[in-house]
Nanobody, 124 residues
Framework: QVQLVESGGDLVQAGGSLRLSCAAS????????MAWFRQAPDKERAFVVG????????YYADSVKGRFTISRDNAKNTVYLQMNSLKPEDTAVYYC?????????????????WGQGTQVTVSS
């Protein structure tokens, strides 16, 4: 079983950047495909980006392609989400998630492990 803790959320102006971190404990994050989801007020939690177990494959939602980058540091057992060119519509609580599948999916139910979330607010 793996425990996930996100950090790095903040208030930032449009056009700015943030890097979110997801620290894993209990089991090594490299045993899981990892993903970031986000949930805006009054909206469903939505897939943002995912990375395969071996970090060889990444998948991005169309809304963040070219602006967000997922990465993994196995030595630190941490997954990162670098967010550039932020827009007000990126405002949401961001969640880190892990699945035992080899490849990430866009389906919430496929992820058995979740962090508590970190708030990202982008002002216009």
């Amino acid at each position: 079983q793996v425990q996930l803790v996100e950090s790095g959320g903040d208030l930032v102006q449009a056009g700015g950047s943030l890097r979110l971190s997801c620290a894993a404990s209990g089991r090594t994050a490299s045993n899981y495909a990892m993903a970031w989801f986000r949930q805006a007020p009054d909206k469903e939690r939505a897939f943002v980006v995912g990375m395969s177990r071996d970090s060889g494959d990444t998948y991005y939602a169309d809304s963040v392609k070219g602006r967000f980058t997922i990465s993994r540091d196995n030595a630190k057992n941490t997954v990162y989400l670098q967010m550039n060119s932020l827009k007000p519509e990126d405002t949401a609580v961001y969640y880190c998630a892990a699945t035992r599948m080899v490849l990430p999916t866009t389906t919430r139910a496929d992820y058995g492990y979740w962090g508590q979330g970190t708030q990202v607010t982008v002002s216009s």
